[in-house]
């Protein structure tokens, strides 16, 4: 017991001292290099659709894999913490209850990472507080609720980040309130019916209508795709990758009306939903496969080949992005 004090106590003064000097150190793993917290999830009851837990299982190892990447935690939620924020409100309860993050970064169960290797510029949200995809214009001008998109976003753990979310949620009570609140937004909002409120047209109806308050700390991000949809990338992933000079990879592949857990709500055809997904999750991970020397036959099977021949030293792959892959903790900020 004495050797231990002995031994621990200057570590845990010179910890305290960093701590007092600088509240924070514990949000950033390094200068400029914030430690991220990814929240995702599900409902709590098993999908109708008959393959739609192995793909939300699929869909959460392609986040891990990122996370695993990147060097982030992540928080895989099945409850409802509020029993008035169900469906796409039970997100908000979530975002709070990690004093030592610095970001916590909201995914949808339906999307995917499809471009491994990037990371969300940090540097560029110093003065930020939300991050989420959109367009100024189709948000300010022409108040549209596509203008953003609410499945992936980022959120900074501070006092701002909760009073948002604080007004935010007060508008997803279900019932009375959620309909009074969808008939406000079609007033105001331009492309939206009198339905119930959601929490995409609630995050508009915020920034439109309290811009002051909430637009100023909010960057809406469209020069790579926190938020990418499905519909235009899937059939495209072959050549994307044929060409590495060429367009950016979709960092996200959002299944935006797709229900891999099951649903009514089928605003696209299933199949080409399904192969969307399967196309996506493959694309994602040869990424990660192609550091153990395989990939898939074709994006369309879950079979895999053999593309290196390297049993004899797996340590020796001189690849850069292989060895970005390999050691998250020493890649620059
Ligand atoms: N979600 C959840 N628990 C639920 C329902 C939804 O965690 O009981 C999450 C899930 O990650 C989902 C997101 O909330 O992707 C948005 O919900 P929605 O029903 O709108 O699905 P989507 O818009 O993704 O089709
Ligand atoms: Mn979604």
Redesign the pocket.
């Known amino acids: 017991f004495f050797m231990w004090t002995g031994l621990a106590l200057p570590r845990i003064r010179i910890e305290a001292k960093r701590l007092r000097d600088n509240p924070r150190f514990l949000a950033f793993v390094a200068p400029g290099r914030p430690r991220v917290l990814v929240v995702?999830?599900?409902?709590?009851?098993r999908c109708s659709a008959p393959d739609g837990d192995h793909l939300l299982l699929r869909a959460f190892k392609n986040k891990v894999d990122y996370c695993r990447v990147h060097d982030f935690d992540i928080y895989y939620?099945?409850a409802?913490l509020d029993a008035e924020l169900?469906?796409?409100?039970?997100?908000l309860p979530?975002l709070r209850a990690h004093p030592e993050t610095e970001f916590l970064w909201w995914?949808?169960?339906?999307?995917m990472l499809t471009d491994m290797l990037f990371e969300p510029p940090w540097d560029r949200y110093a003065d930020n507080n939300l991050v989420v995809p959109g367009w100024d214009d189709k948000v300010y001008a022409a108040r549209s609720w596509f203008g953003i998109n609410?499945?992936s976003f980022i959120i900074r753990n501070c006092r701002w980040s909760l009073d948002l979310l604080d007004a935010w949620a007060r508008m997803g009570p279900r019932g009375p309130v959620r309909e009074m609140y969808g008939k406000l937004f079609a007033e105001t909002i331009s492309d939206r019916g009198p339905y119930e409120a959601?929490?995409q047209s609630a995050l508009v109806y915020l920034l439109v209508t309290e811009r002051g308050r909430w637009g100023d700390k909010t960057f809406l991000e469209n020069s790579y795709s926190l938020h990418g949809n499905w519909a235009g990338i899937v059939d495209r992933y072959e050549e994307m990758r044929r060409d590495p000079g060429g367009e950016r990879w979709p960092l996200v592949t959002?299944?935006?009306?797709?229900?891999?857990c099951g649903?009514d709500?089928s605003s696209y055809d299933a199949a080409r939903c399904r192969r969307g997904m399967e196309r996506a999750l493959n694309f994602a991970d040869d990424q990660i496969l192609n550091l153990y020397g395989f990939e898939h036959d074709s994006l369309n099977t879950t079979a895999v080949r053999r593309v290196r021949n390297d049993t004899g030293g797996p340590l020796d792959a001189d690849d850069v992005e292989l060895g970005r892959l390999l050691h998250p903790m020493f890649r620059a900020a």
């Open positions: 995702t999830g599900s409902s709590p009851r939620s099945t409802v169900t469906g796409f409100w039970t997100k979530l995914m949808d169960s339906d999307l609410a499945g959601c929490d959002h299944f935006v009306g797709c229900k891999p649903g709500d």
